[in-house]
């Protein structure tokens, strides 16, 4: 069954239309998508409509098209078979959903192509769908290739609309993140008595599923954090073992949450643990204490790498001044990510569009240099905006063991200091932050950070 809709997220809904209006001048068509064969035609993977048409539709409708022009939302679907019903109950029809989602009209998909003259449209991802879309408007329209012409005249102008969140928005991320807050609580709590990380997957996933929600990208639950996007859960908890968690929830119209923790099996951070620890969270603190419109997120990424690199010499692992460390990427040896992404409909907001084209503010280029070529996030901030701030340490062996590498850093890493701290794989600590008019809100702050709070949640 669809759900309802509230008259205020209907008024949220025509406030969008209207701000598209006032950026374009021609129409634009959006495909939902539709749900592709697991292995054969009636065993689907879970549908996930667009995201660009769920921000103006609002409902998750599977094999629907709009057309937006002029503020005003033309609805474009078929009403369900008679006999769908006997498998998927009684389903609203083209003029119910319509009314929903406060629609101008309402037509038939097939007169769809009778409506294309002019438009603009961003490719959905499936197969089926693109390849509808390019025979309707008689041009490719591809997910694998940038955008262009008026259909990069539309995803800009999304793109203005979608990196500040109104608050419809806001209320659906504020659900995401509490309910992330919770399943973090309950993989901890499971954490003591589970003997491999699927059981801790589990313990969290199960809270979302009770909440109506999904996870918003494959949950990473690993004892071996130093592969940054682990999907494998079969490996065994033991005493001396971290555990990286990132795990998100996606609410019902598709808004994510993006969060991790790592926490000691045993619910006692080593003290290799806890010094490694302990740097991480300072470059999280002193990130998150910056966040202030107008400040560029490409500063708070070198923030991170200037407050990693200063423990790790305070440790001893780095040697020499913290500063030319840095400017040498010393520091990508152990964080070679960026500090975070754009987070909202998408949990890498609107990358679909292209990852620079989203992330990056207009004439500014990705780096060639190892570590900051994956900044995901180039723009100044600005009230609305939510971010993540994750930094992190890993040690990821095809990096330090790498011959190049070894060669350009061999004089300042002490490799035996290092070695101390092997039961050190992988440390991230990653929270969802709000910019405001006055500083920042962390959505997910009633999750802990500091490894003492985290230990007496794991063990009261």
Same mark, same amino acid.
């Given at each position: 069954?669809?759900?309802?809709?509230?008259?205020?997220?209907?008024?949220?809904?025509?406030?969008?239309?209207?701000?598209?209006?006032?950026?374009?001048?021609?129409?634009?068509?959006? #495909?939902?998508?539709? +749900?592709?064969? %697991?292995?054969?035609?009636?065993?689907?993977?879970?549908?996930?409509?667009?995201?660009?048409?769920?921000?103006?539709?609002?409902?998750?409708?599977?094999? @629907?098209?709009?057309?937006?022009?002029?503020?005003?939302?033309?609805?474009?679907?078929?009403?369900?078979?008679?006999?769908?019903?006997?498998?998927?109950? &009684?389903?609203?029809?083209?003029? &119910?959903? /319509?009314?929903?989602?406060? /629609?101008?009209?309402?037509?038939?998909?097939?007169? $769809?192509?009778? #409506? @294309?003259?002019?438009?603009?449209?961003?490719? *959905?991802?499936?197969?089926?769908?693109?390849?509808?879309?390019?025979?309707?408007? !008689?041009?490719?329209?591809?997910?694998?290739?940038?955008?262009?012409?008026?259909?990069?005249?539309?995803?800009?102008?999304?793109?203005?609309?979608?990196?500040?969140?109104?608050?419809?928005?806001?209320?659906?991320?504020?659900?995401?993140?509490?309910?992330?807050?919770?399943?973090?609580?309950?993989?901890?709590?499971?954490?003591?008595?589970?003997?491999?990380?699927?059981?801790?997957?589990?313990?969290?996933?199960?809270?979302?599923?009770?909440?109506?929600?999904?996870? +918003?990208? !494959?949950?990473?639950?690993?004892?071996?954090?130093?592969?940054?996007?682990?999907?494998?859960?079969?490996?065994?908890?033991?005493?001396?073992?971290?555990?990286? *968690?990132?795990?998100?929830?996606?609410?019902?119209?598709?808004?994510?949450?993006?969060?991790?923790?790592?926490?000691?099996?045993?619910?006692?951070?080593?003290? @290799?643990? %806890?010094?490694?620890?302990?740097?991480?969270?300072?470059?999280?603190?002193?990130?998150?204490?910056?966040?202030?419109?107008? *400040?560029?997120?490409?500063?708070?990424?070198?923030?991170?790498?200037?407050?990693?690199?200063?423990?790790?010499?305070?440790?001893?692992? $780095?040697?020499?001044?913290?500063?030319?460390?840095?400017?040498?990427?010393? =520091?990508?040896?152990?964080?070679? =990510?960026?500090?975070? =992404?754009?987070?909202?409909?998408?949990?890498?907001?609107?990358?679909?569009?292209?990852?620079?084209? /989203?992330?990056?503010?207009?004439?500014?280029?990705?780096?060639?240099?190892?570590?900051?070529?994956?900044?995901?996030?180039?723009?100044?901030?600005?009230?609305?905006?939510?971010?993540?701030? &994750?930094?992190?340490?890993?040690?990821?062996?095809?990096?330090?063991?790498?011959?190049?590498?070894?060669?350009?850093?061999?004089?300042?890493?002490?490799?035996?200091?290092?070695?101390?701290?092997?039961?050190?794989?992988?440390?991230?600590?990653?929270?969802? *932050?709000?910019?405001?008019?006055?500083?920042?809100?962390? $959505?997910?702050?009633? $999750?802990?950070?500091?490894?003492?709070?985290?230990?007496?949640?794991? !063990?009261?």
């Amino acid at each position: 069954m669809i759900q309802k809709t509230s008259n205020s997220l209907i008024e949220t809904l025509r406030d969008r239309r209207q701000r598209l209006a006032n950026l374009i001048d021609f129409p634009a068509i959006l #495909w939902s998508g539709s +749900s592709s064969p %697991r292995n054969y035609p009636a065993n689907v993977f879970p549908f996930r409509a667009n995201s660009h048409f769920l921000y103006f539709a609002g409902l998750p409708l599977p094999n @629907t098209a709009i057309r937006l022009a002029a503020g005003k939302l033309e609805l474009f679907m078929d009403d369900p078979q008679p006999e769908s019903a006997l498998w998927h109950g &009684e389903m609203p029809t083209r003029e &119910e959903i /319509a009314q929903r989602i406060g /629609a101008d009209a309402a037509r038939p998909m097939a007169e $769809l192509e009778l #409506w @294309t003259q002019g438009a603009a449209t961003i490719a *959905v991802q499936d197969a089926a769908t693109w390849t509808q879309q390019s025979q309707i408007l !008689n041009r490719w329209v591809l997910p694998q290739k940038p955008p262009q012409e008026i259909d990069l005249e539309l995803a800009k102008a999304m793109i203005s609309l979608r990196l500040i969140h109104d608050e419809g928005a806001l209320t659906e991320l504020r659900k995401a993140a509490a309910v992330t807050v919770e399943a973090h609580k309950a993989g901890m709590a499971a954490t003591t008595h589970a003997q491999i990380e699927a059981e801790v997957r589990a313990a969290m996933e199960q809270v979302l599923i009770a909440n109506n929600m999904t996870t +918003s990208y !494959n949950s990473i639950v690993t004892v071996h954090g130093e592969i940054l996007h682990n999907e494998q859960y079969h490996h065994s908890l033991q005493p001396g073992d971290l555990l990286l *968690v990132d795990v998100g929830a996606e609410t019902e119209m598709g808004w994510a949450a993006d969060v991790t923790r790592t926490w000691s099996v045993s619910g006692k951070f080593s003290p @290799t643990q %806890r010094d490694i620890y302990d740097i991480v969270l300072a470059a999280h603190d002193a990130c998150i204490a910056k966040i202030h419109p107008g *400040v560029e997120y490409q500063d708070l990424h070198l923030l991170a790498c200037t407050v990693i690199t200063e423990g790790l010499v305070n440790l001893g692992i $780095l040697q020499g001044n913290s500063q030319d460390l840095v400017e040498m990427d010393a =520091h990508t040896l152990f964080f070679p =990510h960026g500090i975070g =992404h754009l987070l909202g409909l998408d949990v890498h907001d609107m990358e679909d569009l292209g990852e620079d084209l /989203a992330g990056y503010d207009e004439g500014r280029i990705r780096s060639n240099r190892f570590g900051w070529g994956y900044l995901r996030l180039n723009r100044p901030l600005r009230p609305g905006m939510l971010v993540t701030i &994750e930094p992190g340490f890993y040690q990821v062996p095809a990096i330090l063991n790498d011959g190049d590498r070894r060669a350009k850093y061999g004089n300042v890493v002490n490799w035996e200091r290092l070695s101390q701290f092997a039961d050190v794989r992988g440390i991230r600590i990653e929270d969802d *932050v709000l910019v405001t008019q006055e500083g920042s809100e962390v $959505l997910t702050a009633a $999750l802990p950070t500091k490894a003492s709070e985290i230990e007496n949640l794991m !063990n009261s």
